[in-house]
């Protein structure tokens, strides 16, 4: 017995150092990877990042393999021990196995990487990690919001920096009738110029919309890359619009209505109740 227990410990000992060789091994290859000085400086960063997720994810596997091996448990002779009780827990982790699927799409296909700017159930968001089972998104709020993988295969997801970093947004204001237009269009193309997260190329420029209700309708169209707080550059550009208009003394309208009001001459008629009157002849 006492021999026996010494092996195994022995055994046990190997797994731990095997473990720990392939923690520092991926440490490594993480530091070469995302710091790449050679042939991967070519390749995306975001990129970098999915495919030594996916190497991480093979190189422990086979490294639980070898552990089982170094302590004489043979794989064959486990997965076919464990048959019966995964039929049995099939049903109930089929969820589960849908989002551990769902992770290897994501990351073989590179469709949502980390870093990237996406729009999910109303929330936008960027994604900080993509785990095998579920991917961590991280609000403008800074609240993290957990979402399994499957939500990004089977539904749809909005992905701002998908394809490019600069993404086309536009934001409307409306003068009153009467105001010189290109007075107005001169004012807002050096708002949009003042603002520094507005990108230069492609040029910005000004659309004459519409003849709306109370206003003429302008639209700046303009890009950035500043995609997860967007909100505050339209915020200043507002503001800067709004200086420039005052200065020019061009008005910013509001909706107006105006109301008749007909009155009626002569006697109005009287619509009171009126008591009944009793007919001549009858008793």
Request: one cysteine or more; glycine letters at 6%.
């Given at each position: 017995?006492?021999g026996e227990y010494k092996l195994v410990f022995g055994n046990l000992i190997i797994g731990?150092?095997?473990?720990?060789?392939?923690?520092?091994?991926?440490?490594?290859?993480?530091?070469?990877?995302?710091?790449?000085?050679?042939?991967?400086?070519?390749?995306?960063?975001?990129?970098?990042?999915?495919?030594?997720?996916?190497?991480?994810?093979?190189?422990?596997?086979?490294?639980?393999?070898?552990?089982?091996?170094?302590?004489?448990?043979?794989?064959?002779?486990?997965?076919?021990?464990?048959?019966?009780?995964?039929?049995?827990?099939?049903?109930?982790?089929?969820?589960?196995?849908?989002?551990?699927?769902?992770?290897?799409?994501?990351?073989?296909?590179?469709?949502?990487?980390?870093?990237?700017?996406?729009?999910?159930?109303?929330?936008?968001?960027?994604?900080?990690?993509?785990?095998?089972?579920?991917?961590?998104?991280?609000?403008?709020?800074?609240?993290?919001?957990?979402?399994?993988?499957?939500?990004?295969?089977?539904?749809?997801?909005?992905?701002?920096?998908?394809?490019?970093?600069?993404?086309?947004?536009?934001?409307?204001?409306?003068?009153?009738?009467?105001?010189?237009?290109?007075?107005?269009?001169?004012?807002?193309?050096?708002?949009?110029?003042?603002?520094?997260?507005?990108?230069?190329?492609?040029?910005?420029?000004?659309?004459f919309n519409n003849f709306g209700d109370s206003s003429l309708e302008f639209e700046m169209?303009?890009?950035?890359?500043?995609?997860?707080?967007?909100?505050?550059?339209?915020?200043?550009?507002?503001?800067?619009?709004?200086?420039?208009?005052?200065?020019?003394?061009?008005?910013?309208?509001?909706?107006?209505?105006?109301?008749?009001?007909?009155?009626?001459?002569?006697?109005?008629?009287?619509?009171?109740?009126?008591?009944?009157?009793?007919?001549?002849?009858?008793?």
């Amino acid at each position: 017995m006492v021999g026996e227990y010494k092996l195994v410990f022995g055994n046990l000992i190997i797994g731990s150092l095997i473990a720990l060789g392939t923690w520092l091994f991926l440490l490594t290859v993480k530091r070469a990877m995302l710091r790449p000085r050679l042939i991967l400086g070519k390749i995306d960063e975001k990129r970098r990042v999915s495919i030594y997720l996916i190497f991480k994810y093979i190189v422990w596997v086979i490294s639980f393999i070898i552990i089982l091996e170094a302590n004489h448990i043979e794989i064959t002779v486990l997965l076919v021990g464990s048959t019966a009780l995964l039929v049995g827990l099939g049903l109930g982790v089929q969820n589960i196995f849908k989002d551990l699927v769902s992770g290897l799409f994501l990351l073989f296909e590179g469709t949502i990487q980390i870093g990237d700017i996406i729009e999910a159930d109303g929330e936008i968001g960027r994604i900080t990690e993509i785990n095998l089972r579920s991917t961590e998104m991280m609000t403008r709020e800074n609240v993290t919001i957990i979402i399994p993988n499957s939500r990004f295969i089977t539904e749809k997801v909005v992905n701002w920096s998908h394809n490019k970093d600069q993404v086309r947004f536009s934001v409307s204001v409306g003068v009153a009738y009467g105001s010189d237009i290109d007075e107005v269009d001169r004012c807002l193309a050096e708002a949009m110029a003042d603002i520094k997260e507005i990108s230069k190329t492609p040029k910005p420029f000004v659309r004459f919309n519409n003849f709306g209700d109370s206003s003429l309708e302008f639209e700046m169209i303009f890009w950035s890359n500043e995609l997860f707080f967007i909100n505050n550059v339209k915020s200043n550009l507002r503001r800067s619009v709004y200086k420039k208009l005052q200065e020019k003394n061009l008005v910013i309208p509001f909706p107006q209505r105006d109301i008749h009001i007909k009155t009626v001459t002569g006697e109005a008629p009287d619509f009171r109740a009126k008591k009944d009157v009793p007919r001549e002849g009858m008793n």
